[in-house]
């Protein structure tokens, strides 16, 4: 009890992909704010430790189903390859519809429930910094990252970079992070952790349903962006910069 509670929510989560659904469940933050201790998270979730430690030894039992996949020890270029498809893919797709649904409720309820309006300004706000967000990270960052990968490990050449370190847009990107993390709260917010009213029509449940999947999605993203991709780019980053050290030495 006393060593998990003082670990890292994120590592953790980083560990036993499993816990994260605990975390979702439970309201702690396990990507923006993952690295507080167990304990500091759960305090500031408001919720038991010792129930919520049950709960994630009991994720951590192997499951039948498919859980989140572990990415310890895969290739960058595929963990990379992997959000841009699932994630960035998701959140192209599920924008649209999410858009269409919030028109459609707002023009419907908007004057009985104006929070839907806040809402709606505030998910516009957040698609706004996430189009060119992850058009940076696929336009520069990943592909830079995969090519320092294969030069590392395969020998292709060094690739040439528009800065001095990663560290430079990885801090851009995890500044944006922290702000589509603050957004996505606000909504919860608004939303009064998307309870749809009692007079909602299906549409509006179906529109809470779908920005809480939004929300759901968008944290195991940045997760894996924070915790496992970033962190270990800066590492092999750091690799090469010994590597050619050593080579200078010789
Ligand atoms: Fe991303
Ligand atoms: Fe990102």
Redesign the pocket.
């Known amino acids: 009890m006393t060593t998990i509670a003082t670990r890292t929510v994120r590592e953790i989560a980083v560990e036993n992909p499993a816990t994260i659904r605990v975390f979702e469940n439970l309201g702690i933050d396990y990507c923006c704010g993952g690295g507080r201790s167990l304990s500091d998270a759960c305090a500031r979730a408001n919720v038991g430790l010792e129930s919520t430690v049950e709960m994630l030894l009991e994720a951590q039992q192997p499951h039948p189903t498919d859980g989140p996949r572990l990415w310890d020890g895969a290739r960058l270029s595929v963990l990379a390859s992997y959000i841009e498809d699932a994630h960035h893919g998701y959140v192209r797709r599920e924008s649209n519809r999410i858009f269409a649904l919030l028109a459609r409720v707002a023009a419907r309820h908007g004057d009985t429930h104006p929070e839907v309006l806040e809402v709606s300004s505030q998910f516009a706000a957040l698609l706004q910094e996430l189009t060119p967000?992850?058009m940076k990270?696929e336009i520069v960052l990943f592909p830079y990252v995969t090519k320092l990968e294969a030069h590392f490990l395969d020998g292709a050449p060094l690739p040439s970079a528009c800065f001095d370190s990663v560290s430079r847009p990885i801090a851009n990107?995890l500044a944006?992070?922290d702000d589509a993390g603050a957004v996505l709260a606000r909504m919860r917010e608004l939303s009064g952790g998307y309870t749809a009213p009692e007079d909602a029509c299906t549409t509006f449940r179906g529109l809470y349903q779908a920005l809480a999947e939004f929300e759901r999605d968008l944290h195991q993203?940045?997760h894996l962006?924070n915790n496992i991709l970033f962190p270990r780019a800066l590492a092999l980053e750091n690799a090469v910069l010994k590597s050619q050290l050593a080579l200078r030495m010789q």
């Open positions: 967000h992850m990270e990107m944006d992070h993203h940045i962006e």
